[in-house]
């Protein structure tokens, strides 16, 4: 069972950026597509975007694209979430979540997930 530890959250002022990176163990990285989501007080979790394994553009929901880009380094079994433009909308904690899905699957078919990181991103 694959292992995740986000990290690189923080507090940011509008319009700053971060990026998060999520590090797996215990699993072939390589095999797995990768889910990025948060979760805002008092919301539900929520997509933010995909990167499969089996290559192709990585994925964002149309409100991060543009500002957001996923990509990973499967030598340093390592995905990543960078953030421009941020908004005070974007505070949540961001979670990272892996699949043996040959493509970005619905929320519920991600097999591990991380335990989160801060995101507050000031006005």
């Known amino acids: 069972q694959v292992q995740l530890v986000e990290s690189g959250g923080g507090l940011v002022q509008t319009g700053g950026s971060l990026r998060l990176s999520c590090a797996a163990s215990?699993?072939?990285?390589?095999?797995?597509?990768m889910g990025w989501f948060r979760q805002a007080p008092g919301k539900e979790r929520e997509f933010v975007g995909c990167?499969?394994?089996?290559?192709?553009?990585?994925y964002v929901t149309n409100s991060e694209k543009g500002r957001f880009t996923i990509s990973r380094d499967n030598a340093k079994n390592t995905v990543y979430l960078q953030m421009n433009s941020l908004k005070p909308e974007d505070t949540a904690v961001y979670y990272c979540?892996?699949?043996?899905?040959?493509?970005?699957?619905?929320?519920?078919?991600?097999?591990?997930w991380g335990q989160g990181t801060q995101v507050t991103v000031s006005s």
């Open positions: 990167i499969m394994w089996t290559g192709g553009t990585p």
């Open positions: 215990g699993g072939t990285f390589s095999r797995y597509t």
């Open positions: 979540a892996a699949s043996s899905s040959r493509i970005c699957p619905p929320q519920r078919a991600y097999d591990a």
